[in-house]
């Protein structure tokens, strides 16, 4: 059974459907405060089908982020009591207290780097709006942190992923299998330890 192989196939050929932007924008929009799929599962699939439009497709992934963010910030802000028994009970609490202690020790800088950390840019977004971090050095931290992930991720496939395609194409099976076993492997390695 080629489950990867289809899956793959699938993704690319939608990944040049005239309205993927729309899809793209929408779920880096979602992702910045509440939806647990990052953006990259889109980004990386539209660029590599279409490279001559990587720079559109990181600035829209990253101005679509940021604008979620920012409704990430005002939940926050104006509505962290609604929110905070589903956190308490979810396993995003622990990150979340992370997270918190991270903007006390180094302010609004921690959202620069929020686009390489493990952990959720919405726990970032909602607990800048908690705190009351100032919300221009918030918003422009944002689009430094988030666009420097998005247009590394959208630039590498830019200049490799021709090149890097086929190979993929080739082996798609093995590298969708070795994930789901990697995965598999973390889920039961932290829940025992």
Avoid at 72 to 83: Q, R, V
Avoid at 93 to 101: D, N, S
């Amino acid at each position: 059974m080629k489950l990867f192989t289809r899956f793959y196939a699938s993704i690319m050929t939608w990944a040049g459907h005239p309205r993927a932007g729309y899809y793209l924008g929408g779920l880096s929009f979602a992702e910045s405060f509440f939806f647990p799929i990052p953006p990259d599962v889109l980004l990386i699939p539209m660029t590599a089908a279409r490279p001559a439009r990587a720079w559109w497709f990181a600035s829209l992934t990253t101005v679509t982020s940021v604008a979620g963010g920012v409704l990430g910030y005002f939940i926050g802000a104006f509505a962290f009591e609604y929110i905070e028994p589903w956190l308490r009970a979810s396993s995003y609490w622990p990150e979340f207290e992370i997270t918190r202690a991270w903007f006390g020790e180094w302010g609004v800088w921690v959202i620069v780097v929020t686009g390489f950390s493990p952990i959720p840019y919405k726990l970032f977004t909602v607990t800048a709006g908690l705190l009351s971090l100032a919300i221009l050095p918030f918003v422009l931290a944002s689009f430094i942190g988030r666009g420097a992930r998005f247009f590394l991720v959208a630039g590498l496939l830019r200049y490799a992923g021709p090149r890097l395609e086929p190979w993929v194409r080739k082996y798609v099976e093995r590298i969708g299998w070795a994930t789901v076993f990697a995965l598999v492997v973390a889920v039961v390695y932290f829940g025992y330890f």
